[in-house]
């Protein structure tokens, strides 16, 4: 079972709809969680990271923590073509573990 | 005050030859990971190195190495190259240890060829 797992993409949605992004993790020890956006050939930009149970709000960015269901979302609200990367879920216990990314595409 | 920077950008070597690639963190940032990409394995954590120290380690062979100086300057050295090398090796630079934001580098892409 890989540490990490996230819905598999790649993700289509019309501009200005919301996108939504899920993963979900194996270790139960784990206590911080991430969301990376990485362009094509760019390395990865940290967007929001959320380590209690519950909603954290970040502009058109939500992420998501249910400890209990080991799960971990991320929406994007009014996506614009802008938005359109691969977005990586990360969760650290000692280290940082990185899923394999949902890649989005935003379409105008 | 300028990112995290990597050199050399790209690097070509081949079967067997060793590699050292080098990282320079963000002024004051006094952690740096490790990471290695691949379009099959994604990103794979190599190593945390935090006051010239290793930290943390991750499930790589012996042939990865590194290494931090007191100026929280890191290399990491990959020994006896094989063709699984091939990937983009990313730095990460934090405030400290086990510091919530990690800001990486634009990357090594080495090729073995």
């Known amino acids: 079972q890989k540490e990490v797992e996230q819905n598999s993409g790649p993700l289509s949605v019309p501009e200005g709809a919301i996108a939504s992004l899920n993963c979900t993790y194996s270790?139960?020890?784990?206590?911080?969680f991430f969301w990376y956006r990485q362009y094509s050939g760019k390395s990865p930009e940290l967007i929001m990271f959320?380590?209690?149970?519950g909603d954290k709000e970040d502009g058109r960015f939500t992420a998501q923590l249910n400890k209990a269901s080991q799960y971990v979302s991320l929406l994007i609200r009014d996506s614009q073509p802008s938005d359109s990367a691969t977005y990586l879920c990360?969760?650290?216990?000692?280290?940082?573990?990185f899923g394999a990314g949902t890649t989005v595409t935003v379409r105008a | 005050k300028a990112g995290v920077t990597q050199t050399p950008r790209y690097l070509i070597k081949t079967r067997g030859q060793q590699v050292t690639l080098s990282c320079s963190p963000i002024?004051?940032?006094?952690?740096v990971s490790w990471y290695q990409q691949t379009p099959g394995q994604g990103l794979q954590f190599l190593f945390e190195?935090?006051?010239?120290?290793?930290?943390n380690k991750g499930n790589f062979p012996g042939r990865f190495s590194g290494r931090q100086f007191s100026n929280s300057r890191s290399e990491m050295n990959v020994s006896t190259l094989e063709l699984g090398d091939s990937a983009l090796y990313l730095c990460?630079?934090?405030?400290?240890?086990?510091?919530?934001?990690?800001?990486f580098g634009p990357g090594t892409r080495l090729t073995v060829l």
């Open positions: 990360a969760v650290k216990w000692y280290k940082l573990s």
């Open positions: 002024s004051g940032h006094r952690s």
């Open positions: 990460a630079s934090s405030l400290e240890a086990d510091y919530n934001e990690q800001f």
């Open positions: 959320i380590y209690s149970n």
């Open positions: 270790d139960r020890g784990s206590q911080s």
């Open positions: 190195y935090f006051s010239e120290t290793q930290r």
